[in-house]
């Protein structure tokens, strides 16, 4: 069965402070992952898409990694900000159908003063 | 340039009633799809639309109904509101495959 796990399910760190998040899923074959971040009460919004020959995209203070031969993918967040708080939701599109996304629970991250 | 517009933001539905959520997207986006969000739980895919007039089943797509007459609208229908569809639900729209999904702002659903 396609799934896809987050760790850790939720994290607190300092502002200004480095994390990291991560994703390991068993879709295979997939034609890309994504990351989302969620903040409460909105719906996802779009941090990066990475193919499966793509080893690491970045947006601003994300970076999203990828190792398409251990299935595991990473989201670096970079001097964090107090509205970095949010879920962040790791997504595998199957090669067989984009429509059919496989999100993970998500990871939610709260980012203390 | 709105983006992907859910109405309402909130609604309490009684068992059995029945009733539309509506989706409505600007960007002349050929996929749109109805998600439901609980809590521990990934998105779960409900149903889809490549284009107007073709849409497909999801995940979980009982008890629901959709159409897609316009390139622009995708409402989702409650056929006969049970609980376990309390449930936050989101709809969203994208060029295609290489392109990342624009989500709407959800709509918070309780079937009491």
């Known amino acids: 069965k396609n799934q896809v796990e987050q760790s850790p399910q939720s994290l607190i760190i300092l502002e200004g402070k480095n994390c990291t998040l991560q994703?390991?899923?068993?879709?295979?074959?997939?034609?890309?992952l994504r990351w989302y971040k969620q903040d409460t009460g909105r719906g996802p919004v779009s941090l990066t898409i990475?193919?499966?020959?793509?080893n690491t995209k970045s947006n601003g203070r994300y970076t999203a990694t990828l190792d398409a031969d251990t299935k595991q993918s990473s989201l670096h967040i970079t001097a964090s900000q107090l509205s970095d708080s949010a879920s962040y939701i790791c997504v595998v599109s199957p090669n067989t159908g984009f429509q059919k996304l496989v999100f993970g629970t998500g990871t939610r991250l709260l980012v203390s003063p | 340039n709105a983006g992907v517009t859910q109405t309402p933001k909130f609604q309490v539905l009684k068992t059995g009633q029945s009733m539309t959520l509506q989706c409505a997207q600007d960007?002349?986006?050929?996929?749109m799809s109805w998600y439901r969000q609980d809590p521990g739980m990934g998105l779960r895919l409900i149903h889809y639309?490549?284009?107007?007039?073709?849409?497909d089943q999801g995940e979980v797509p009982n008890g629901y109904n959709v159409s897609r007459s316009t390139t622009e609208d995708f409402p989702l229908r409650l056929l006969s509101a049970a609980p376990s569809q309390t449930s936050v639900y989101f709809c969203?729209?994208?060029?295609?495959?290489?392109?990342?999904?624009?989500f709407g702002s959800g709509t918070r659903l309780t079937v009491v």
């Open positions: 994703c390991n899923y068993t879709v295979s074959p997939f034609s890309n």
């Open positions: 990475m193919t499966f020959s793509e």
């Open positions: 969203a729209s994208s060029y295609g495959p290489d392109y990342g999904y624009t």
């Open positions: 639309s490549v284009g107007a007039g073709i849409t």
């Open positions: 960007m002349n986006h050929e996929y």
